[in-house]
């Protein structure tokens, strides 16, 4: 989906915790056309004019601002932690498809360490547009120890319920995010009751939300994690292998066919 190319303010830049930054942008265009689960390409300043952008999950969209939250990986965001409040940054979006809007059932949220991004404006969305008496979103999350639980207490702000898991037992239960999440799932079935699934992060927690969705029979919703370089379909770098609606497998682009897909979708 074309985005627009806007110049965007500085408006708050923050650590989020060790290794990991909230950038809070002015971007009116595009924060009022995006929806949970799309993208934003950002020209970070102080590399050179030949630099590539860096594509960014968003955090939260609305009220002419734009928040996203990112790990300090390589040289780009290293460059982009020196970013000031009040200087200006040119942001390419919102770019792709997203989540949907709505969810039949009990929304559940799996994130795998900064995977968590678009699930917290997804989570925001999904609260706005549910009627009254539905279920609220639940949250899995997991990473490696404690250090990798990221924005909790922004879901919980939302009325999130949040279910921890780290593989050393430093937060939430011992082991992976899918043991909370089988758990919530056998309770789900037992009572009868629909539910969806949401998630983004490595490529071995999608595979296993997704081969949980197809074996249930519910919708599930995959964030898919691949590296881009141009954002808008010209370079093929972020291919995935897709079954079409005719039944046929293509390599989609994960930037403008996704970089959310349906899980009984996805060729893994």
């Known amino acids: 989906m074309a985005g627009f190319n806007e110049t965007c ?25 995006v929806t949970a689960g799309q993208f934003v390409h950002v020209r970070v300043p102080g590399l050179e004019k030949t630099a590539l952008r860096r594509p960014f999950s968003v955090f939260d969209g609305g009220d002419g601002k734009l928040t996203l939250l990112y790990k300090i990986v390589g040289r ?7 970013a000031p409040v009040g200087c200006e940054i040119e942001v390419l979006g919102p ?3 997203g989540f949907p809007s709505t969810c039949d059932g009990v929304p559940l949220l799996v994130g795998g360490g900064f995977g ?21 979103p639940i949250l899995f999350v997991g990473g490696r120890t404690a250090g990798d639980l990221l924005a909790l207490d922004r879901f919980r702000a939302l009325g999130v319920e949040v279910r921890v898991a780290t593989n050393d037992g430093s937060a939430g239960v011992k082991g ?13 079935r037992e009572k009868g009751e629909t539910f969806e699934l949401f998630t983004c992060g490595p ?31 010209a370079c093929f770098a ?3 292998k897709i079954k079409g609606a005719d039944g046929n497998v293509f390599n989609a682009r994960c930037c403008v066919n996704g970089p959310v897909f349906k899980a009984e979708d996805i060729v893994w």
Not at 116 to 131: D, Y
Not at 176 to 188: I, K, N, R, T
């Open 95 to 97: 770019l792709g498809y």
């Open 176 to 188: 992976f995010v899918v043991d909370p999440l089988d758990d919530e799932l056998a309770a789900l």
């Open 238 to 240: 972020c291919i995935q």
């Open 116 to 136: 968590v991004a678009p699930l917290h404006f997804l989570a925001k969305t999904l609260l706005a547009n549910a009627k009254p008496d539905a279920p609220k």
């Open 9 to 33: 303010r500085v408006l708050e830049h923050v650590d989020a915790a060790p290794g990991y930054r909230f950038l809070v942008l002015a971007a009116p265009k595009i924060a009022a056309a």
């Open 76 to 82: 780009g965001t290293e460059a982009l932690k020196a």
């Open 203 to 233: 490529d071995g927690l999608l595979h296993a939300v997704a081969m949980r969705a197809t074996g249930t029979g519910m919708k599930g919703w995959i964030s898919m994690d691949r590296h881009m370089i141009c954002g808008v379909g």
